[in-house]
């Protein structure tokens, strides 16, 4: 076991990587050829990669996919895609190429205001914590005003203030709760930077305000922070056909699989086991995007899962419904992202991507994340309710296993056909080697 180590962030990257190979490698070459292997030969892209984290050492790709024909409020784009899952571009560029000529996907943003607060410890009564927040509520947002200056000019800024009473739940505890509008941004540090230039304008006010509040009631800053619950910044989007227009999917009857789809729908609605994973293929698509256009998809992946909770039970984040002769999809989610600031700036591919949506504003970005996200969905449900979902997933990932064992060029080719008609799985791969020198 390596001994603990202080101030390994100071080392070089050389001796970052010595002290990995003596210490998990045998002293061997072994960690060092691979993250040699990994860096760019540009230095100046390396070095645009290695200041994004602390004690980089190595670059860690992933693919870098398209999938065209997104058909998008009449818009027709391509999405670039960052997933290691093999079938999900496969499928979702099937997906947008059934909806294209059905008139695609329609999208709308509903609500923009993410929110953060000032969590406070307070032993006495809201009306006294509200008067003292309200006489001082113009010095409070003043605090704010260099972070806010260039934020109002692109329209954003500070929208609301409100106390929050939660002493039923936890003795003492209050929340100033901040709306923001965060333009174009996701706004993350915009946000934090306000809350706490206002909790420390608090906690000023509150020792000046004949010391009453600080000494009586003694009010405490526990933190500020950005909440990653965002119901309040909603993106809906749909897609409709005629149900006869559902002719084509693998020669089943448009009535029979209308119906079989919305059940499976209906399932996913009421059973969290099928509702996780009917939203984990939502977010296949979603991630990708989010990643490949710079964003947090941690925080976006917090904020949707928290939201299919929001009625007291997890449940699916999209619905399908139909009506006389219209078959219908729907999702309605929380995206807090941004299409400038953090990475989008920097990231070369990022920038890439973003050009090649248009270079979007964050109301048409959500737009086309929601949509990314049903057509993905969509996707894995026809294959669930038809194919079943391995056909479609190892055959993709036949070439992972191939790769695994070590094939050659020509067992690739050979395997390829092979399989075409047959079960693919681990150990059919294994065996199709040994028996294919
Ligand atoms: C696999 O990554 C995603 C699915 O499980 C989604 C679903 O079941 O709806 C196929």
């Known amino acids: 076991m390596p001994k603990k180590i202080i101030g390994f962030s100071k080392l070089s990257r050389e001796e970052k990587i010595d002290w990995l190979s003596k210490n998990f490698f045998d002293n061997s070459n072994q960690a060092k050829s691979i993250l040699d292997i990994y860096l760019n030969s540009n230095k100046d892209i390396q ?16 693919p870098y996919s398209l999938s065209p024909n997104f058909l998008i409020n009449d818009k027709n784009y391509t999405i670039p895609l960052v997933t290691e899952e093999s079938s999900v571009v496969a499928a979702l560029s099937n997906s947008a190429k059934f909806w ?3 008139g695609g996907f329609k999208a709308k943003v509903k609500s923009l205001i993410k929110r953060g607060h000032i969590h406070l410890s307070f032993d006495g009564n809201i009306d006294v914590l509200k ?29 609301a203030i409100d106390i929050i009473d939660k002493t039923s739940e936890l003795k003492n505890y209050f929340q100033l709760s901040v709306d923001f509008n965060t333009s174009d941004s996701m706004g993350a540090n915009f946000i934090n930077s ?7 304008k608090i906690d000023e006010l509150s020792k000046q305000y004949d010391g009453f509040i600080k000494n009586c009631f003694n009010l405490n800053i526990v933190m500020s922070i950005l ?9 809906e989007a749909h897609a409709e056909c005629n149900i006869d227009d559902l002719i084509d999917i693998n020669g089943t009857n448009s009535n029979d699989f209308a119906k079989k789809m919305k059940y499976a729908f209906d399932i996913a609605k009421i059973d969290i086991n099928r509702a996780v994973t009917h939203n984990k293929g939502i977010m296949n698509g979603i991630d990708a ?24 039970k997890y449940e699916s984040l999209s619905e399908c419904t139909i009506t006389d002769n219209k078959f219908r999809l729907g999702i309605k989610i929380p995206l807090s992202i941004g299409t400038v600031g953090g990475i989008t700036d920097l990231h070369p591919l990022v920038k890439l991507s973003l050009k090649m949506l248009g270079n979007p504003s964050s109301r048409d970005l959500m737009c086309i994340i929601a949509c990314v996200g049903l057509a993905q969905n969509f996707a894995a449900i026809k294959s669930l309710i038809t194919s079943g979902i391995q056909h479609g997933h190892m055959k993709m990932h036949l070439i992972n296993l191939l790769i695994k064992y070590n094939a050659n060029k020509d067992q690739i080719i050979r395997a390829e056909k092979y399989f075409a008609d047959k079960e693919i799985n681990s150990s059919s791969v294994f065996e199709f080697i040994k028996s294919h020198k």
Not at 227 to 235: G, K, Q
Not at 290 to 303: Q, S, Y
């Open 194 to 200: 306000c809350l706490e230039a206002m909790a420390k």
């Open 47 to 62: 070095a645009i990669h290695d200041s994004f984290s602390e004690n980089s050492v190595s670059n860690f790709y992933l």
């Open 131 to 159: 008067e003292f927040i309200d006489n001082n509520r113009s010095d409070i947002l003043k605090s704010t005003d260099n972070l806010t200056m260039n934020m109002k000019k692109r329209g954003g800024g500070i929208s």
């Open 289 to 312: 995007i989010l990643i490949a256009t710079g964003n947090d998809f941690r925080a976006v992946e917090a904020g949707i899962h928290a939201y299919a909770s929001s009625n007291s």
């Open 227 to 235: 909440s990653n619950y965002t119901p309040d910044c909603i993106v």
């Open 100 to 102: 294209f000529d059905k």
